[in-house]
């Protein structure tokens, strides 16, 4: 009877031992997770300024996109980006090409034309009448004729832009945003005395090769032209404030909208 009792109380003692050894492991488990999740949340936090440190970083004109969106995103923006550098220097050739012909060597626009098609003619010409003497098929010529979707696309692209165009010429007249307004009249005036020393056809040039090296240029080079700007955009808006407070802040613009109310 004593050992019954005796064995009874060691099992129930063995049975708390475990469970209470159960439990530590249940609670130290849990600090274990607790710690984890810590520890990841701690990491997550560490890295979540950085996230936002990137997405922070100053951008010249406030842009968000890459360079390749921002010119459209398309087969042009391949060309200025020298994505494929054939065709780039391929189109930027008969650009300069064109120039060449029309400045230096001061062909006229017909008379090119004319030359061409001459030149094409006989070409083809001769070869038709000089396949039926060396007996082989004359030459098929493929008809060619300008689809009706790309001329109505381009034209609706054409009218897109100069609507757009009077759109923000209206908003700016209007008188609403004075920095804008400055800013297109500077910009005006640079374009006068650019044309005051070149014709239409040499600035035209000129921007063409502009947009063939200086977004190629910036795409690479981004980093160090955005930190360049971000000094030069705040060096522009300390002599801005200095101007409004001493030129633009005495303008009595109130009361001549009064005046003429």
């Given at each position: 009877?004593?050992?019954?009792?005796?064995?009874?109380?060691?099992?129930?003692?063995e049975?708390?031992?475990?469970?209470?050894?159960?439990?530590?492991?249940?609670?130290?488990?849990?600090?274990?997770?607790?710690?984890?999740?810590?520890?990841?949340?701690?990491?997550?936090?560490?890295?979540?300024?950085?996230?936002?440190?990137?997405?922070?970083?100053?951008?010249?004109?406030?842009?968000?996109?890459?360079?390749?969106?921002?010119?459209?995103?398309?087969?042009?923006?391949?060309?200025?980006?020298?994505?494929?550098?054939?065709?780039?220097?391929?189109v930027?050739g008969?650009?300069?090409?064109?120039?060449?012909?029309?400045?230096?060597v001061?062909?006229?626009?017909?008379t090119?034309?004319?030359?061409?098609?001459?030149?094409?003619?006989?070409?083809?010409?001769?070869?038709?009448?000089?396949?039926?003497?060396?007996?082989?098929?004359?030459?098929?010529?493929?008809?060619?004729?300008?689809?009706e979707?790309?001329?109505?696309?381009?034209?609706?692209?054409?009218?897109t832009?100069?609507?757009t165009?009077?759109?923000?010429?209206?908003n700016?007249?209007?008188?609403?945003?004075?920095?804008?307004?400055?800013?297109?009249?500077?910009?005006?005036?640079?374009?006068?005395?650019?044309?005051?020393?070149?014709?239409?056809?040499?600035?035209?040039?000129?921007?063409?090769?502009?947009?063939?090296?200086?977004?190629?240029?910036?795409d690479?080079?981004?980093?160090?032209?955005?930190?360049?700007?971000?000094?030069?955009?705040?060096?522009?808006?300390?002599?801005?404030?200095?101007?409004?407070?001493?030129v633009?802040?005495?303008?009595?613009?109130?009361?001549?909208?009064?005046?003429?109310?």
């Open positions: 009877m004593a050992d019954n009792v005796a064995g009874e109380a060691h099992h129930e003692q049975h708390e031992e475990s469970f209470v050894e159960s439990v530590k492991e249940k609670i130290t488990e849990t600090f274990h997770k607790e710690d984890s999740s810590s520890d990841s949340d701690g990491e997550g936090k560490k890295e979540s300024p950085v996230t936002e440190l990137k997405n922070k970083v100053y951008r010249i004109f406030g842009r968000e996109r890459p360079v390749h969106k921002v010119l459209g995103g398309g087969k042009a923006a391949d060309i200025f980006l020298w994505k494929d550098k054939k065709v780039s220097a391929g930027l008969f650009a300069t090409l064109i120039w060449v012909l029309f400045e230096l001061e062909y006229h626009l017909l090119l034309v004319c030359h061409t098609l001459i030149l094409a003619l006989a070409v083809l010409f001769l070869w038709s009448n000089a396949a039926s003497f060396i007996n082989k098929s004359a030459p098929r010529f493929p008809e060619v004729a300008l689809p979707d790309i001329v109505l696309g381009v034209a609706s692209a054409l009218r832009e100069i609507n165009g009077l759109a923000t010429l209206r700016i007249a209007s008188g609403k945003d004075l920095k804008k307004f400055l800013a297109v009249i500077a910009g005006l005036w640079v374009l006068s005395i650019l044309g005051s020393y070149w014709n239409f056809l040499t600035l035209l040039y000129t921007s063409f090769v502009v947009l063939h090296t200086v977004p190629y240029l910036y690479r080079y981004e980093d160090k032209v955005d930190a360049f700007a971000e000094k030069a955009e705040a060096e522009i808006k300390k002599q801005y404030a200095v101007f409004n407070v001493k633009l802040s005495k303008i009595p613009v109130g009361a001549l909208k009064q005046k003429f109310a």
